[in-house]
């Protein structure tokens, strides 16, 4: 296991085209297990100071991503499947299905880079166009 320098960047386009985007840059423990890499962190809302921990793996046809916190959810991602989760926030709990587009990761030297592209739908709402980026290098 070895810290890291994670940067998770979320991109959303709604039905209009109205881009969204949030960014999270913050220390890791990264582990590489049998070819599948786990990043595990703690996030610190600026606003209100509520803390979610959040757990990443990574394989080569499989993203999971489990949030404990002031935001609670398991998403899971394989390419060309739909998923169904529940997101819990202080807000209350809704239903989110999820299609995964494509997934991609690679190792640069002691770099990681990971994107997800997928299909939100959140409880009847039109469909929101999505991408996860993430980005890990060395402390």
């Known amino acids: 296991m070895r810290e890291v320098w994670l940067t998770v960047t979320g ?4 039905a209009e085209g109205r881009i969204d985007k949030n960014a999270v840059h913050c220390r890791a423990l990264c582990e590489n297990r049998d070819g599948a890499y786990i990043f595990s962190y703690t996030e610190r809302d600026p606003g209100s100071g509520d803390v979610t921990d959040s757990r990443m793996l ?3 046809n499989l993203c ?3 949030r404990n916190g ?3 959810t398991c998403m899971r991602f394989e390419p ?3 998923a169904e989760c529940l997101y819990k926030t202080d807000l209350g709990t809704f239903s989110i299905k999820l299609f995964t587009k494509r997934l991609a990761m690679r190792r640069v030297g002691e770099n990681f880079h990971a994107r997800v592209s997928y299909t939100l739908c959140f409880q009847g709402a ?3 166009e999505c991408a996860v980026t993430i980005k890990a290098e060395p402390v």
């Not at 991109?11 to 709604?14: A, G, L, R, S």
Request: hydrophobic share 25%; aromatic share 6%; charged share 40%.
């Open 80 to 82: 060309q499947k739909e």
């Open 126 to 128: 039109e469909p929101v």
């Open 70 to 72: 002031a935001v609670t």
């Open 64 to 66: 999971r991503i489990d």
């Open 58 to 60: 990574f394989s080569e």
């Open 11 to 14: 991109e959303q386009t709604d």
